[in-house]
């Protein structure tokens, strides 16, 4: 395929190259919240995240309105299309007509021209994969899970209230129904080694996604964490830990794999630490330039 120069397969080359043209995604907050937060409300959750679901900061307007206007002005400006990217929280945790109802109103835009789906491995029952069964036919989709770690005891210690087990079982799943399917991992989580992040890697590679995000642990504004990094209980990567650790991810995982993330960043009145998370190029070109010397 006609990708760029980059020493790896990226998702906006891969979105290129699928279109014929530049696709680009709008991140949505559709009220989700999750399994593991209070009921009906947005508190809690697991430890590393922050008030947004990890999703876009001060949306400002309805969901709807805003993929509308995004897609407007997006391909106003020679873009093929836009993902719709429900990211915020657990977006397919709830009721499931409700679901359907939300991706199918996202796809009556005109430009619209996918769905991305971000979710738990928890939270794929039955009507839910028949739902992104159908979806599936009738769009681009992919569903983006967040593995995070292959080690029970970090899950457990971060909140994450299921097991990497279910993140195999959820990958089967959506794999039988030849559903794309993207995986989440953080570096750097507590009481992590460099082994056991290895590890992780090793077995994000073992169950083949379509495609992978990685970055660094965030400490953000509101989170569990906050408190844990301020009193000293969490030590982060570095800037070159983390640009290594990047390095092997890449070298470990199928060269077919695509690459929707390499690092990633809050804002900057989110973000607590690690402040070079802010400068995305520099991390990306460190990587870049790491990945072809080796």
């Known amino acids: 395929m006609g990708f760029s120069k980059l020493p790896y397969l990226s998702l906006s080359d891969y979105l290129k190259e699928k279109f ?6 709008v991140s949505l907050d559709a009220g989700f919240s999750c399994p593991n937060r209070t009921k009906n409300e947005r508190k809690g959750g697991c430890f590393w995240c922050d008030a947004y679901g990890s999703g876009p900061e001060n949306q400002g307007r309805d969901w709807f309105e805003r993929l509308e206007s995004e897609t407007k002005r997006l391909v106003g400006k020679n873009c093929k299309g836009v993902i719709a990217y429900f990211q915020a929280f657990t977006n397919t945790f709830g009721n499931p007509e409700k679901l359907e109802e939300i991706y199918k109103k996202s796809l009556s835009i005109d430009g619209v021209v996918g769905i991305a789906i971000g979710t738990r491995p928890d939270c794929l029952d039955d009507d839910v994969l028949k739902i992104l069964d159908e979806l599936n036919k009738k769009t681009f989709l992919w569903v983006e899970i967040g593995m995070q770690s292959r080690h029970n005891q970090t899950l457990k210690l971060c909140n ?6 279910d993140t195999v079982v959820a990958v089967e799943k959506l794999k039988e129904r030849k559903t794309l399917t993207v995986l989440h991992l953080i570096a ?20 083949k996604p379509w495609g992978v995000k990685l970055h660094p642990l965030h ?28 390095v092997q991810f890449l070298k470990i995982v199928p060269p077919e794999t695509i690459i929707h993330r390499i690092t990633g960043e809050r804002a900057e009145g989110i973000l607590i630490a690690p402040k070079w998370c802010l400068d995305k190029n520099r991390v990306r070109n460190e990587i870049f330039r790491k990945l072809v010397q080796n």
């Open 20 to 25: 014929g043209g530049k696709v680009k995604k």
């Open 188 to 207: 750097g989580l507590p009481e992590e080694s460099e082994e056991m992040i290895i590890e992780s890697f090793k077995e994000c590679a073992r169950l």
């Open 160 to 165: 994450r209230r299921h097991s990497h087990e």
């Open 219 to 246: 400490i953000v504004k509101g989170s569990v964490f906050e408190e844990w990094f301020k009193e000293g209980k969490i030590k982060l990567l570095s800037f070159d830990e983390y640009v290594n650790l990047a």
